[in-house]
């Protein structure tokens, strides 16, 4: 895959990649289908890419209860509503950690969505509701107190992560819904070499980035939303954006 970057650089002109149909994934593979695409297609490549991803998550990076106060989220929460929906959420490990700092969560009120196929012989808590979405259509649940997006928005560029989230901002409420958004920061000043490599491997794979504290808030004010506050170590690959309806 990486070998033949340079080659493919050369090619376009060392133009950065922005379209996940026309980059150096499909230049190595020599399909069409962009990455998500061919996982698809193979059920096995799938099922160890998610699997992938869970490992990653689990002993790779702080769980995100121990950046982001979920605690604030339990504050004038309204028992009628999902507390936490986990969009994109893989096989539930976010919302699973979630559970285990908070026990006490009411059933139900955690809502794990993926496709279908991601969705197949989950492990998870009766807390946690498993609907099937896809982020490029409007979202179902409306009105939750938070909305929380895990390592998504990096994988595709900014009018497609301009898409994802005004389906999110429209189902959210002004003044209670919150917006968590776990991503990698890139540090402008002294950036992490394992976040520069990934925004390599995004640019590669998918003809996306990572992107900058300036890029996040550019791009959440995009589609009508603020920035309350970015928690996390500066020196952390992984932080945590919360916004809210502007």
């Not at 150096?24 to 160890?48: C, D, M």
């Amino acid at each position: 895959m990486f070998r033949r970057l340079p080659e493919y650089l050369k090619q376009v002109g060392y133009r950065n990649l922005t379209d996940p149909y026309n980059c150096n994934w499909q230049f190595v593979n020599g399909s069409k289908e962009n990455v998500f695409e061919s996982l698809v297609a193979n059920p096995v490549a799938s099922r160890e890419f998610n699997d992938a991803m869970e490992s990653h998550s689990k002993y790779n990076l702080t769980p995100w209860p121990e950046i982001y106060p979920t605690g604030t989220l339990l504050a004038n929460y309204k028992l009628d509503r999902p507390l936490v929906v986990d969009v994109g959420g893989s096989k539930g490990h976010d919302l699973i950690k979630f559970h285990i700092r908070h026990p006490g969560t009411p059933a139900g009120s955690l809502v794990l969505q993926d496709l279908p196929g991601i969705l197949r012989e989950l492990d998870i808590p009766d807390t946690i509701s498993v609907k099937s979405h896809d982020f490029f259509t409007p979202q179902p649940v409306r009105g939750a107190r938070a909305y929380f997006m895990h390592n998504i928005l990096h994988d595709w560029e900014d009018n497609k992560a301009s898409q994802i989230l005004k389906h999110i901002a429209d189902a959210m409420e002004p003044g209670y819904s919150r917006l968590l958004i776990h991503e990698s920061i890139i540090n402008s000043i002294k950036p992490l070499a394992r976040v520069t490599t990934s925004d390599i491997t995004m640019m590669a794979c998918l003809g996306a980035k990572e992107r900058t504290e300036n890029e996040w808030r550019q791009l959440v004010q995009s589609v009508g939303l603020n920035v309350l506050k970015i928690w996390g170590p500066f020196e952390s690959m992984e932080g945590i954006i919360e916004t809210e309806l502007a």
